[in-house]
């Protein structure tokens, strides 16, 4: 969720905390904030808002050259987003600034016992109690390190934490639980970030810690321990996503760029996955040939679109492999004794790889000895680290808070590990899988055909503004079309939109159409399993009933055409890849109503992009 920056270098530490911090915005925007290490002494301002509420302020009241500092973009769990709850928040002399991403679950014993002992917390946030606590252990004389490492003995939760000591200029110390945190690595200068966004300017070397680290950076040194202080290690790694990468290019939002982006992140995510026979070559895959022979029974956990790609992945992974396979919320999944053998591969799909929600429920499939494989989009995070295997989606960053190229480049990576699963345990023959392989192949062309008609998808937006609920029907791999395009809808342009199984809808849900109500249509690919001609029917039934109907369908469909009140052309591909291009038409449409409604597209209300809390 919040986006946290820290730097001690010779650079002025307000210019790039608040360059880390403009990166990481997407992360969360309720408030802002930094705190700089000034003659001997903390300076911070922070302020409710966005990121440039903050800036405005420091405009007319600078803070003090600095070389050292850390910043706080925030999504707010524990208070409401004030001026007082923003983050930093100051131990109780006002020596130690202190930033938070996470929950601290037993802030409130730990508040008790500060209110007690005399200590006067100002805010709502569970954060505060961290601040005043590592200022105890310096009063205690610890240094900074060593505070931070007995304070974190004593948290319960999730959270990173980044700290500075105003009589200390030389350090900024940070910690991770379940939460995460990056080492940017430069020369005389170092870096912390939520993410490698943070400071990637900078830098591109990292140093991606574990789980119950602390990290103390220095200008010229970077130093880990556990939280009894015992010496750890990083894991150091190359970052090869560029700043360009995360820019916006000219587009007016970042999700629209990255719609565009899709044909390119198609592309990539097929790259060197299959030799020119079109044989599968999953080296990232590193569950042995006997272990994915034996397994029995396949469930997919995400939440969002990361979910709806799961639902995708079910129609092709149990067509190709038969082995059983369930797609669930990672959330509901966690808590509810799901059945897990060592026989049961558990896929968890997550774009950022630190969704708290996935990320439990995959430690919980773990513990029950089942093998987990995560496809990811984000090198170095927490979910494929702590999986068995991963299947990296390469879709570049994905800054915008609604997923499109993220949600594309999963489904290849589904459907990769589909055919590799198939290839694998001999539920396809090699020249079957060589056919879908080509087909893959082909949809970069494909989504760029779709694209390139963008103008009459935006033109349709626009005839929509006043429209208060849209509804979206689809039947098998354009069901999970149908649920996406209505979560892009929803969360973009804040507009009730449902989707459907259309065959559900004379179980209740046609009694919701009435005169004008638009409806999008995801019609299948005709000559399948009477699937079209069911769907078509569908599309006359609820056009009787008065609702403008918005089909999607393969171009030259005349059978679905007349019912159509507007038609949306897909090119001709197979059943179970096309989600790939039907969703991509629902994705502008989302962004485009959006922009014309005056929505901030990247960072609508109340969302962040990673949640980080369950
Ligand atoms: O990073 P993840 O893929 O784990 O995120 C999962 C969901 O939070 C995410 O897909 C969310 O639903 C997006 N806002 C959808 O656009």
Known sequence: MCGIVGYVGGKQARDV???GLRRLEYRGYDSAGVALVSDGEIAFDKRAGKLANLEKAMEGSPLPASTTGIGHTRWATHGAPNDLNAHPHLGAKGRVALVHNGIIENFATLRDELERAGHDLVSETDTEVAAHLVEAELDRGADLTAAMQAVCRRLEGAFTLVAVDGEDPARVVAARRNSPLVVGIGEGENFLGSDVAAFIEHTREALELGQDQVVTITRSDVSVTDFDGNPAE???????WDLSAAEKDGF????????????????DALLGRHDETGALQLD?????????????KIVIVGCGTAHYAGLVAKYAVEHWTRIPCEVELAHEFRYRDPILTRNTLVVAISQSGETADTL??????????SKVLAICNTNGSTIPRESDAVIY????PEIGVASTKGFLTQLVACYLLGLYLAQVRGTKFGDEIAAVVEELQRMPGHVQQMLDEAEKVYELARGYADTRSVLFLGRHAGYPVALEGALKLKELAYIHAEGFAAGELKHGPIALIEEGLPVFCVVPPR???QLHDKMASAIQEIRARGARTIVLAEEGDQEVAPYADDTIPLPVVPTLLQPLVA??????FACELATVLGHDVDQPRNLAKSVTVE
């Open 527 to 529: 000559g399948r399993d």
């Open 252 to 267: 007016d939002w970042f999700m629209r760029k990255e719609i565009f982006e899709q044909p390119r992140a198609v592309a």
């Open 393 to 396: 989606t390469h879709a570049g």
């Open 234 to 240: 990083g894991r150091r790694y190359h970052v090869d």
């Open 583 to 588: 969703v991509v038409p629902l994705q502008l």
């Open 284 to 296: 990232e895959v590193r569950i042995s040939d006997e272990e994915l022979r034996d397994i029995d």
């Open 360 to 369: 439990m429920a995959i430690r919980h499939a773990r513990a029950q000895r």
């Open 17 to 19: 905390v608040i360059d």
